[in-house]
């Protein structure tokens, strides 16, 4: 896949909405993403530029694939506020690209730029981009472009604001150059554009609930569960006083060692969150639980507050060591309610053998594996038990 000149445009498993009088919205039912324009804009095939996008993708096969949505208007040469200047028009286009990872993603763009000195993160809501501010032109038109991406639940997701000039004369007469207040306008639309998006729920998460104790907690649905995940590393906070293994009431995560999708090719062996509750006689003997762990590496445990509930935890990162070549990181929890000790732990596992073999997980790769566990960790729940 390559990145190529826009040439027509579909929207697959989505719908356009009014929202309100001055704005509609989209919404990518298979990808969760969603977001505002103005209502005075058009979608589709009637968006069309010289130089189009650079976020659209190529297939030998089937040629120029669509972007997933693709919003903006033409300039009427002749009527409206921008007739007679060498505005051609603006346009927003979200793309979602299949079987990319988090390094392919942020590829993506360094494609378009080809220099890294011009390659920034952002944040928007909490989500952070790679991002490109820039433009380029030919045969007498030019784009000044903002362009985005995040790699977010296994998914390379692409956005970009574009406004188009040209400078060729019509009728003998020529454009008139825009004034820096008409594209200030302009640009502040298109970031308002930018920053209405979402990443919704795509009916995605399966829930578990803990009927004896209460507890319930969202995961993706992709996660399996039960004895298909076992890996080297388990936590000791988790063991018996004589280092047996307590069962576990809820287990669930990936294994990815040795299997096809997003991390095929990497040192990733699994993700796993594990729940447990384990008697314990009060609040001080519950934080043991983790504080014992913390003791091995020397780190100091934390007091935290989610949703409410205050939480001992202990971050496990690489370097704080591993057994027979594998390694683990993550997060371990501890809380202390109504009489039970209540336990809760993220990890990732990574192996730690041949990298001519085995590449490490790509940071970003990382980073979104950890904010997956994070989500299922805010959504813990206490609930009244049976």
């Given at each position: ?150 790699f977010r639940g296994g ?28 594209v200030v306008q302009l ?57 047996d293994p307590v069962p ?139």
């Amino acid at each position: 896949m390559r990145v190529q000149t826009l040439l027509c445009a579909s929207f697959l498993f989505a719908s356009f909405v009014s929202r309100a009088q001055s704005l509609k919205s989209f919404h990518d039912a298979q990808t969760g993403v969603s977001f505002s324009y103005p209502a005075a804009w058009s979608d589709g095939a009637d968006v069309l530029f010289y130089l189009g996008s650079a976020i659209t993708t190529f297939d030998e096969k089937s040629g120029t694939i669509p972007p997933r949505a693709k919003v903006g208007f033409v300039v009427d040469a002749k009527h409206g506020p921008y007739a007679g200047t060498n505005l051609n028009g603006v346009q927003f286009v979200y793309n979602e690209v299949p079987d990319a990872d988090a390094a392919a993603c942020r590829g993506f763009v360094m494609d378009h730029v080809g220099d890294e000195s011009k390659i920034d993160t952002v944040r928007l809501r909490g989500v952070v981009y790679t991002h490109y501010s820039g433009g380029d032109a030919g045969l007498g038109h030019g784009v000044s472009r903002e362009i985005y991406s995040v790699f977010r639940g296994g998914q390379c997701f692409l956005f970009e604001e574009s406004i188009h000039f040209f400078n060729l004369t019509a009728d003998g007469v020529k454009h008139l150059d825009m004034s820096s207040e008409q594209v200030v306008q302009l640009r502040k639309q298109l970031d308002a554009v930018m920053r209405s998006v979402r990443f919704g729920d795509t009916q995605s998460l399966k829930s578990f609930h803990d009927a004896q104790t209460g507890v319930s907690f969202s995961y993706p649905a992709a996660w399996s569960g039960g004895s298909d995940l076992a890996f080297y590393n388990t936590d000791v906070a988790f063991r018996a006083a004589n280092g047996d293994p307590v069962p576990y009431r809820a287990k669930v995560g990936f294994k990815a060692w040795g299997r096809p999708g997003a991390y095929a090719g990497t040192n990733l062996d699994g993700v796993q969150f594990v729940y447990n509750e384990v008697p314990e006689v009060n609040a001080e003997a519950c934080r043991k639980r983790v504080d014992n762990v913390a003791d091995d590496h020397q780190h100091p445990v934390e007091t935290i507050p989610l949703r409410g509930v205050s939480y001992a935890r202990y971050s496990v990162r690489p370097g704080d060591g591993g057994n027979m070549n594998h390694e683990a990181e993550g997060e371990s929890y501890a809380t202390f309610r109504g009489g039970r000790c209540f336990l809760f732990d993220e990890s990732i596992f990574t192996y730690a053998g041949d990298e001519t073999r085995y590449k490490p997980l790509p940071r970003e790769q990382m980073q979104e594996l950890r904010n997956q566990l994070d989500a299922v960790m805010r959504s813990v729940r206490f609930q009244a038990a049976r």
